[in-house]
């Protein structure tokens, strides 16, 4: 995988940002680390080179993960978003186009499938 491959991990839970973090970096990619949607916004001006977010849906602040979900998509369109819930029912969210929806707790192998398609996305 080329190493300039850049995720941004959009989660409050220190916990389990960390073990999708290991997860990401153990099959290559480079993983950048928020706690907000404030937070996210921030680091997604910065940093240019980030081409995933993968963004819970509670978090605290006034924006939630579908409302970044929408902006990402809205302000950096060709970003590639991951929604990822254990407590909304995701198929019942508007989320924006062509963004993924993973359930919590994360299954191994949707998740494997999941970042397969974003290889091959990323790679067009």
């Not at 993960?65 to 990402?72: D, H, K, P, Q, T």
Request: aromatic content about 4%; proline content about 6%.
């Amino acid at each position: 995988m080329n190493t300039c491959r850049v995720v941004l991990v959009v989660e409050d839970e220190p916990l389990v940002r960390m073990d999708l973090v290991q997860t990401l970096e153990d099959v290559g990619y480079r993983c950048l680390e928020a706690s907000s949607a404030m937070e996210a916004i921030a680091l997604l001006e910065e940093h240019p080179e980030i081409r995933v977010v993968f963004t819970d849906v509670q978090m605290p602040g006034n924006m939630d993960g579908i409302e970044l979900a929408r902006y990402v998509r809205e302000r950096w369109p060709p970003t590639i978003i991951v929604v990822a819930s254990g407590k909304v029912d995701l198929a019942s969210c508007l989320l924006p186009e062509g963004a993924n929806r993973l359930a919590k707790p994360y299954d191994p192998a949707k998740l494997r499938h999941l970042l397969t398609d974003i290889e091959y996305r990323l790679a067009i």
